[in-house]
C-alpha cells in the first residue's frame, strides 16, 4: 500500500475532520432529540411548488437545463439577485454577481481568491466553522475581530445577523466600527449573510455591504464581499448561493469557479429562479412565523429549565442559541455522556472558536425539532447540566476534604 | 477602489482566462457551424425519463431530496458506481467512491489533495485544458508525460479512452508502460475516464485502474485514482461524476468536499441514481449509435475536402478529431479569419499544451452538428486551410523571388 500520509500536499496538515459532520450522522438515529444540526426544517421546503417548476422547467426547456451552462451563473438568476441586493440597500447590477454551490463554496473561492499561506483572517469568536473549514486549506493564520490592536489582517470574516452559532447580531454602531476598522487597516470584509433573510422580530440594520456602499458611493469603491444562500430560504441541497462583489473580484471568483467544477446545476438555477418569481416574500414570512415559535419554545424551555448559573443569547431570527455553561463545565464531555444517557444531541462550543477556544460553551439549534420536542430535550439537558453543577461543587468540597 | 490586484493571494498569478470559455459564448450565435464545444448533443438527454423520476423523487422523497446530505455522496449511488466499476475489472466498495461535481471538481480537489507549490505534474502533451485549469490554482509545474527521462512527478494525468482533445486511446502496451513508469518513478495516476462509456467501435483496453488492481491485487494497493463522470452520458447540468480510489484518499477528498461546497445536489443524485437504475446500458447504445454516425461523417468530410499535407486522427468514441496543419499555420489565427469568413468555430489547439504548444493544430468536435452541418463545416474549413497552404507557398515563392 502507497505511504498516502506522504504524499498529499503541505496544505493537507490544516484540513481537519470536523465534528459537525460526524454529529450529523446522529440525526439518522429516531430516538435522538437533537439540536446539533442547523439545519432548515424540512416541513418548510415548498415541496409542491419547486415539483411544479421542475416539471415546468423539464417539459418546456429541457434541454437548456440539462446543458452545460456558463460559470458565472444564469444571467436572469443573477439580474433578480442584484435587483434584490440593491432594495436591501446595496445598488448593484449583475455583472457583481456570481452563482455559487452554497455560500459554503462562496467562502472557499474567496479563500482561494485572497489567502496566501500565513495571511491572517480576523473572525468572531465564535464563528461558523464551516468558513474555518474552507479557509483552512489556504493555511491563513487567525486573529480575533474583536481584538483592535490586531493588525495585518487580509480578510474579516463576520456573521452580521443571527451568526451561526451564537444568534447574535452586530449593533448599527458595531457595523459602523468595522468599516472604519477595515478602511483604517485595509481589511476586505467577508460578510456572510446566510441568515440574513431569517428575522423573525425587531427591526434589521443594513448589511455591511450596504453601509460599505453608502459610505463609499458605489459598490464598485467597496470592500465588502457579500455571500448569499438559498440554503436556509428555500432548499440546501439545491446548493444554490451567490457571491455580490466588485467586478474585479467576480471576474476572477468566475475563473475560479471554472477551474473547481465549471457551473452550478443549470436544472437547479433553473428552478430556483422560478420558484422565487411566485412569491419569495410571502414564503419567507411563512419560515419567519414557524422559527420565530420554535425560537420562543427554545427561550422558554431554557428559562424554566436551567438552573443559575447557565446564559444564553435570544435571537431575534436565525436558528442557534449559545449557551455558557459555568467554568469547569466541557461543552464536549456533555455531549458524550447527554447522548449515552439523554439521548439528546447539540454541538459544543470549542470547535466554533479559530482561537482560544472555551469549553464551556455550546450551540442549540431550534430549528428542526417541534415546540414540545424542544421543552422536553431543554429538560433533559439542563437536568445533566445541573448535575454536574451540583457534582463538580460535591467533588470540589470532598477534594477540598481530602487535602 | 481598491486595488484588487495587490490583494489577490499569490496563486491568482497561475489562473487564468481560458479560450475555451470565450469561445461557448459564440455558441449562441445562430449562423456559426460550431465544432468547438466538446458538449454533448442534447437530443441525447433522457428529458423524459429526468421528468418522470425527477416528479417521483419529489413526490415520494421530498424532504430528503431538498434537505442536506452527507460530504461522500449518497450510499446508494456509490454502491452502484462501485458495482459498476468491480464490473469493469476494477473491484471496490462504496468506501472507493466520492460523489463529486462532475469530474471537474474531481481534478480540483485531487490538485488540493496532492499539490504543493513547484509540484511536477506530467500530462500529455495535447491534454484537457480544464485539468490544467483545475491543476493551476495549486501552482504545479508541468512536464510532458511522453518523456521518460522527465523524473521528480507527483502526479501523472491522463484520459487514456478518446482523449480530449485528441480523441486517441492508449494501446494496452502503453498503459502496460504507464503503470511501469508510476511504480519505478513513485508516482500518482489520476486516470480521467470522462469518455470511457462513448466507445463506438472496437474493443476496449481496461483502464489503468482495473490494471493497476491486477498487478497488486487490491485497490487498496493501487496508486490510480480514477475519474468518472455522467456528464457526458446523462447530462453535464446535473454536475455529478466521481472519484474511484484508495480509501485513505477518498477519505482525505471527503475532508476537502465538505470545506468546498458540503456535498452535490442531493436532488439531483437521487435523480442520476434512479434514472441509470432504468437502464443504462440501453442508454449507452444510443449514445454510442448516434456518435458513431457524426464520427463518420467527420471522417468522411475530413478526407473529401481536406488538402493534402493535413492529418487528422480517427478515434473508436468520445468526441473529438485532432488536427495536423502543416508547419507555420496557426490555429488561432485561422480561427479568427475563420468565424470573420466562413463562421465555421473549432478550437486551436496550442492551449491545450501544459508545455511546448504546437499552434499548427486544432480540436474539431462532431458531438454537436448533424452530418450535413459537419460536411459542410469540414468543407469551409478546408477552403480556409487550402487558401492558406497556397497563400504561404506563394508568398514563400515570392519571398525566395525577392531574394
Known amino acids: 500500500m502507497i505511504p498516502w500520509n506522504d504524499r498529499f500536499s503541505d496544505r493537507?496538515?490544516?484540513?481537519?475532520?470536523?465534528?459537525?459532520?460526524?454529529?450529523?450522522?446522529?440525526?439518522?438515529?429516531?430516538?435522538?432529540?437533537?439540536?446539533?444540526?442547523g439545519i432548515p426544517d424540512p416541513a418548510l421546503f415548498p415541496v409542491e411548488a419547486i415539483q411544479a417548476v421542475c416539471a415546468e422547467v423539464l417539459a418546456g426547456a429541457g434541454a437548456q437545463a440539462l446543458q452545460y451552462s456558463v460559470s458565472e451563473g444564469l444571467p436572469s438568476l443573477r439580474r433578480w439577485i442584484a435587483a434584490r441586493m440593491s432594495a436591501d440597500?446595496?445598488?448593484?447590477?449583475?455583472?457583481?454577481?456570481?452563482?455559487?454551490?452554497?455560500?459554503?463554496?462562496?467562502?472557499?473561492?474567496?479563500?482561494?481568491?485572497?489567502?496566501?499561506?500565513g495571511d491572517l483572517v480576523l473572525a468572531m469568536r465564535p464563528t461558523y466553522m464551516g468558513a474555518l473549514g474552507a479557509f483552512n486549506a489556504y493555511e491563513p493564520r487567525y486573529g480575533d475581530l474583536a481584538d483592535d490592536g490586531?493588525?495585518?489582517?487580509?480578510?474579516?470574516?463576520?456573521?452580521?445577523?443571527?451568526?451561526?452559532?451564537?444568534?447574535r447580531t452586530l449593533s448599527r454602531a458595531e457595523r459602523e466600527g468595522l468599516l472604519d476598522r477595515a478602511a483604517a487597516q485595509d481589511l476586505v470584509i467577508v460578510e456572510d449573510a446566510a441568515y440574513r433573510d431569517l428575522r423573525f422580530e425587531g427591526t434589521g440594520e443594513p448589511s455591511l455591504l450596504a453601509l460599505d456602499i453608502a459610505r463609499t458611493?458605489?459598490?464598485?469603491?467597496?470592500?465588502?464581499?457579500?455571500?448569499?444562500?438559498?440554503?436556509?430560504?428555500?432548499?440546501?441541497?439545491?446548493?444554490?448561493?451567490?457571491?455580490?462583489?466588485?467586478?474585479?473580484?467576480?471576474?476572477?471568483l468566475v475563473l475560479l469557479k471554472q477551474g473547481c467544477d465549471l457551473h452550478v446545476s443549470t436544472l437547479n438555477q433553473m428552478i430556483v429562479e422560478?420558484?422565487?418569481?411566485?412569491?419569495?416574500?410571502?414564503?419567507?414570512?411563512?419560515?419567519?412565523?414557524?422559527?420565530?415559535a420554535r425560537a420562543a419554545a427554545m427561550q422558554a424551555a431554557l428559562t424554566q429549565h436551567m438552573p443559575p448559573g447557565v446564559t444564553w443569547t435570544r435571537p431575534q431570527g436565525g436558528m442557534f442559541v449559545w449557551v455558557q455553561l459555568p467554568e469547569g463545565l466541557d461543552g464536549a464531555e456533555l455531549l458524550a455522556a447527554s447522548l449515552a444517557q439523554e439521548r439528546v444531541a447539540f454541538v459544543p462550543g470549542a470547535p466554533f472558536f479559530a482561537v482560544e477556544p472555551q469549553a464551556n460553551t455550546l450551540r442549540l439549534s431550534y430549528s428542526l425539532p417541534a415546540p414540545e420536542v424542544i421543552d422536553e430535550g431543554v429538560r433533559r439537558l439542563a437536568r445533566m447540566i445541573a448535575?454536574?453543577?451540583?457534582?463538580?461543587?460535591?467533588?470540589?468540597?470532598?477534594?477540598?476534604?481530602?487535602?
Not at 22 to 31: A, G, V
Not at 90 to 114: H, V
Not at 274 to 280: C, D, K, L, N, S
Open 150 to 167: 490586531q493588525a495585518g489582517g487580509r480578510l474579516a470574516y463576520v456573521v452580521p445577523d443571527f451568526a451561526n452559532p451564537t444568534g
Open 274 to 292: 422560478r420558484v422565487i418569481a411566485e412569491g419569495f416574500d410571502a414564503h419567507l414570512e411563512r419560515l419567519r412565523g414557524h422559527y420565530r
Open 89 to 117: 440597500g446595496a445598488p448593484c447590477d449583475e455583472g457583481n454577481i456570481i452563482i455559487t454551490a452554497g455560500s459554503q463554496q462562496a467562502l472557499d473561492l474567496i479563500g482561494k481568491l485572497f489567502l496566501s499561506e
Open 387 to 403: 448535575a454536574r453543577m451540583t457534582g463538580s461543587n460535591i467533588s470540589r468540597a470532598a477534594a477540598g476534604r481530602s487535602v
Open 217 to 252: 458611493g458605489s459598490i464598485e469603491a467597496a470592500r465588502t464581499l457579500y455571500c448569499g444562500t438559498f440554503s436556509k430560504t428555500l432548499s440546501p441541497a439545491l446548493r444554490i448561493g451567490w457571491v455580490c462583489a466588485p467586478r474585479p473580484v467576480i471576474d476572477k
Open 12 to 37: 493537507m496538515a490544516h484540513v481537519r475532520a470536523s465534528e459537525i459532520r460526524e454529529l450529523l450522522k446522529l440525526l439518522d438515529q429516531p430516538d435522538i432529540l437533537s439540536f446539533a444540526g
